[in-house]
């Protein structure tokens, strides 16, 4: 019971993310559009692994920097320059994932984009 409970709790936070995060939303549209560009240009397997790693790791950040602005507001209502410090922190270590994870993309789709534009 304690194992299903962990997996109920676990959906609850993905759900909290999807339902109230816009970043999160933003980061799932971008996964859908990777996912579909993968389909459509029958990526490698190789390129699949990079793809599904860029999203997992992307969107688990994102949902530990929600945790901790959570975490944050709960622990200290009004400004607090160290929760500030903290806050920008975990939102920097999103912007640094996401942004790899776009060149990662370019590297695989921006070749396939530019060899189909070619044989049009």
Known sequence: MRLINSFVFAFNGLK???TSE???KIHAALAAVAIGLGIGFSISNTEW???IFCIAFVTALEM???AIEKLCD???KDFHPGIKKVKDIAAGAVL???VCSFVIA????????????KSL
């Open 96 to 98: 640094l994932a996401a």
């Open 49 to 51: 692994g990079a793809i």
């Open 106 to 117: 370019v590297i695989i789709f921006l070749p396939k984009i530019i060899a189909l534009l």
């Open 16 to 18: 909290i993310c999807f």
């Open 64 to 66: 530990i920097n929600t």
């Open 22 to 24: 816009t970043n999160f």
């Open 74 to 76: 709960v622990a200290q």
